[in-house]
């Protein structure tokens, strides 16, 4: 269950990392990313095919949402929730490599997604529209925390210098 919780954290962590983006921020963020640079690329293309997939999945619970599809965020939160191919697809060493290179916080960040996908998984079983939404924007906050704190050099937008200017009233 850890492993699935990892997983899909760090491959939304590294598929932003794959463009190797100029970093602007923080002695700490230099850190991660290298260490991101150093996992095997073999690993790395199976982050990336993760990060994929999670992004579809995110982006047909809308249309199943407004629709009252429930099944069909069922399906996605399920396979959300166990990872799409990571878990199929990792060799003992990748797992080890993945143990060895994940702070605690981002694992912290990891497991929040996995619960929040599992609760949205109960909330289209029971078929409940304001629940759905809840979780789903939970787990797009979810998203956001850690592109924020693993992937501003891809995503520079969400620094937190950059997010503070942005917000006006």
Known sequence: M??????????LALLSSLSYGEDLHSHETKKDISGIESLSPELRELLTKEMLAL???MMSVIPAYVTGNWSEIENISHKMKNSYILKQSLTDEQVKELH???PESFIKLDQE?????????????NKKPELVGFYFSKLSESCVSCHTQYAVHKF?????EKMT?????
């Not at 492993?3 to 760090?10: G, N, Q």
Request: glycine content about 6%; hydrophobic content about 45%; charged content about 10%.
């Open 2 to 11: 850890k492993l699935a919780v990892s997983i899909v954290f760090l491959s």
């Open 55 to 57: 992004q579809n999945g």
């Open 100 to 102: 060895t290179s994940l």
């Open 113 to 125: 997604f996995h619960y929040l996908s599992g609760m949205l998984n109960q909330a289209a079983k």
């Open 156 to 160: 520079p937008a969400l620094a937190p």
């Open 165 to 169: 200017d942005m917000h006006e009233h």
